[in-house]
T-cell receptor, first 115, second 114 residues
């Protein structure tokens, strides 16, 4: 069974440009999460989808970030326009069920560098 | 100040030796705690999970302990191997019906040398 996949693995863009990150969760996983780790900091939550609905987007830093999950399968995270402080590693995770026993499976991340 | 603090930030050990990583947390309420291993260029992978009532949990050469009273956890690696070189992340989880909230530590980078 394929794990969580993310594309691209790396992205280098200039300040002011737009970047779109993609996440393909494990098939059948209704829960999809976005996290990010900025340089020298811990991983932090961005948002949570249940199927195509945003369950919790309290971690989104500002309105330059837009996440979508049309059809409840893959998800995209768009940053527009990108700023220097957006540089970091963006992780996606998926899980089958919520609750105490939930296990989130993480993708390899997308390394974003804004110059 | 992060609610999950890990120490040391990094350490180097010789192959075959043991080491212990520390995690102190202030997250409340608390449902369970996981240790993740993150290899370079990969996402975190869960090693152990413990509820507040569990004191110790093992997964092969990895043994995690938890003291919910002092809010401390440790991860002990026995007879280290080169493949243990990775970042180890302590994650405290609070169960919510709307979706579990994960609070991550900054991680400890372990380098095992031959």
């Amino acid at each position: 069974e394929a794990g969580v996949t993310q594309f691209p693995s790396h992205s280098v863009i200039e300040k002011g440009q737009t970047v779109t990150l993609r996440c393909d969760p494990i098939s059948g996983h209704d829960n999809l999460y976005w996290y990010r780790r900025v340089m020298g900091k811990e991983i932090k939550f961005l948002l949570h989808f249940v199927k195509e609905s945003k369950q919790d987007e309290s971690g989104m830093p500002n309105n330059r970030f837009l996440a979508e999950r049309t059809g409840g399968t893959y998800s995209t995270l768009k940053v527009q326009p990108a700023e220097l402080e957006d540089s970091g590693v963006y992780f996606c995770a998926s899980s089958q069920t919520q609750g105490l026993g939930e296990t989130q499976y993480f993708g390899p991340g997308t390394r974003l560098l804004v110059l | 100040k992060n609610q999950v603090e890990q120490s040391p930030q990094s350490l180097i050990i010789l192959e075959g030796k043991n080491c212990t990583l520390q995690c102190n947390y202030t997250v409340s309420p608390f449902s369970n705690l996981r240790w993740y291993k993150q290899d370079t260029g990969r996402g975190p992978v869960s090693l152990t999970i413990m509820t507040f009532s569990e004191n110790t949990k093992s997964n092969g050469r990895y043994t995690a302990t938890l003291d919910a009273d002092t809010k401390q956890s440790s991860l002990h690696i026995t007879a280290s191997q080169l493949s243990d070189s990775a970042s180890y992340i302590c994650v405290v989880i609070h169960y919510k019906a709307a979706g579990n909230k994960l609070t991550f530590g900054g991680g400890t980078r372990v380098l095992v040398k031959p």
